[in-house]
């Protein structure tokens, strides 16, 4: 084999400039290990085309984003400043009292503790439901693709089939759900369970519960197939019992799924509209109204769209801070290196 050697570069010696130093000193100045000074401008035109491309590839979303994400958020903030019927020009500024109108309005502060409802009844329901059945397809069964995919049915369902069909389930009298019951000898709610205020919104809850827990299922499943099998193994090996393998080994390696599940679901839930307004409109008695629902009522119902402008733009930043605090407390973990998670348990403990 043929190695090229670099020739040898030998320096004369000249004498020094007047006042300058010479050559050796020059060389003790120097930093050794540094690119030639020409090197930064050879680099410059590759870092400027590599930055060009880059550009080039991501301005087609960025101006998705700016189009269908920046501008209705300006056009929102904008009209939320007046009072304004959806036509004719925009004169009648108020500035900030549509948001003080909707701040003290019953409904809508009512409506956001529904939607914290959701929130919280979804991750109650779905994350243990979704966990266990997870847990159990996860075991080798001959009909392990049939229920994975009856299970996922319901989620790939789109919201408006998946709320008819639900609406005239649970019809009173003649409802399917009403039926099944009087044969058991248990009698429905007289008004229904839609149209009953104590019962509507966990009603709704319900049926998202079985809409959603597809996802929860099938994100499980996918978090469990990246747990060694080597792990369980070797606990077995120990003596360790099914329950204390779940709870020390798996549900420790599955908190990066959860995690990421639960801020969906929490966002999912925060924008909830189509379902509810199916199954009751926001009703009955504004029992189920959700801030969605709210501003979507009060535009095209009442022709307040400087109102629906400013509840939106409430909405947003609702689910702005809920997400940056989520970031910040739960998910910022799972961002942080090996290392600097050692360095914290240990200093916590």
């Known amino acids: 084999m043929i190695h090229a050697v670099a020739p040898e570069v030998t320096y004369a010696a000249s004498p020094p400039a007047s006042g300058g130093p010479g050559l050796s000193e020059r060389r003790r100045s120097t930093p050794s290990g540094l690119p030639p000074a020409g090197a930064k401008r050879t680099r410059k035109p ?88 997870a847990l159990l397809l996860n075991r080798k069964m001959k009909i392990q693709s049939l229920l994975r995919t009856i299970i996922f049915v319901p989620y790939v369902l789109s919201e408006v089939i998946a709320g008819v069909v639900w609406f005239q389930l649970l019809q009173p009298q003649y409802g399917v759900i009403d039926t099944i019951l009087s044969k058991l000898g248990i009698q429905g709610p007289a008004q229904g369970w839609l149209g009953t205020p104590e019962l509507a919104l966990w009603t709704v809850l319900a049926v998202l519960t079985w809409k959603y827990l597809g996802l929860a299922v099938i994100l499980f499943l996918a978090g469990l197939q990246g747990v060694p099998s080597e792990l369980y193994e070797a606990a ?63 535009g095209t119902k009442r022709q307040n769209f400087g109102i629906a402008a400013a509840a ?38």
């Open 236 to 298: 077995e090996i120990d003596g360790a019992s099914w329950w204390q393998i779940q709870r020390k080994i798996t549900i420790p390696l599955l908190g990066p799924t959860l995690r990421t599940w639960g801020f969906l679901s929490m966002i999912g839930s925060l924008q909830l509209f189509d379902m509810v307004w199916i199954l009751t409109g926001g009703g009955p008695a504004n029992a189920t109204t959700t801030m969605a629902s709210f501003l979507v009522s009060e």
């Open 46 to 133: 590759a870092q400027r085309r590599k930055n060009l491309e880059i550009l080039f590839f991501v301005s087609p979303a960025l101006l998705l984003i700016a189009v269908f994400m920046l501008v209705p958020i300006i056009q929102a903030v904008r009209f939320s400043m007046y009072n304004w019927k959806g036509f004719g020009p925009l004169v009648d500024f108020v500035g900030f009292k549509n948001y003080v109108r909707v701040l003290g309005n019953e409904v809508f502060t009512d409506a956001l503790v529904h939607n914290l409802v959701i929130i919280g009844g979804s991750i109650a329901l779905q994350l243990p439901i979704g966990l266990g059945i």
């Open 312 to 349: 939106s733009v409430i909405l947003f930043i609702v689910a702005l801070v809920l997400a940056i605090s989520y970031q910040q407390f739960i998910l910022k973990r799972d961002s942080q290196p090996d290392d600097e998670r050692t360095k914290r348990k240990k200093a916590k403990a």
